[in-house]
Nanobody
Framework: QVQLVESGGGLVQAGGSLRLSCAAS????????MGWFRQAPGKEREFVAA????????YYADSVKGRFTISRDNAKLTVFLQMNSLKPEDTAAYYC??????????????????WGHGTQVTVSS
């Protein structure tokens, strides 16, 4: 069982930066692949970024590639999402999630077993 709590969201102007954190509980955190997803009002939840259990492999949606960076600190049971050059279209609730390694596609939300409650990111133009 893994419990996830996101933090770091807020209001920022376009072009600004935010760093999201996802704190996990449970002794098996380092064995899970981790992902970030987001959902804007009236839209479906979409994949943002993912990182393998070891931190070696990372994956990004085309819309955030080059602007967002995912990382993890297994010793601190935390995964991060550094978001730079933010755009108004990045406005959404951001969720972190955990899934078993080597199971399914990183971008498929249905593959993730555990979810946080989300943190709101609002980018003003």
């Amino acid at each position: 069982q893994v419990q996830l709590v996101e933090s770091g969201g807020g209001l920022v102007q376009a072009g600004g930066s935010l760093r999201l954190s996802c704190a996990a509980s449970g002794p098996t955190f380092s064995s899970y692949d981790m992902g970030w997803f987001r959902q804007a009002p009236g839209k479906e939840r979409e994949f943002v970024a993912a990182i393998g259990w070891s931190g070696f492999r990372t994956y990004y949606a085309d819309s955030v590639k080059g602007r967002f960076t995912i990382s993890r600190d297994n010793a601190k049971l935390t995964v991060f999402l550094q978001m730079n050059s933010l755009k108004p279209e990045d406005t959404a609730a951001y969720y972190c999630a955990a899934k078993a390694p080597y199971s399914g596609r990183y971008s498929n939300a249905n593959e993730y077993n555990y979810w946080g409650h989300g943190t709101q990111v609002t980018v003003s133009s």
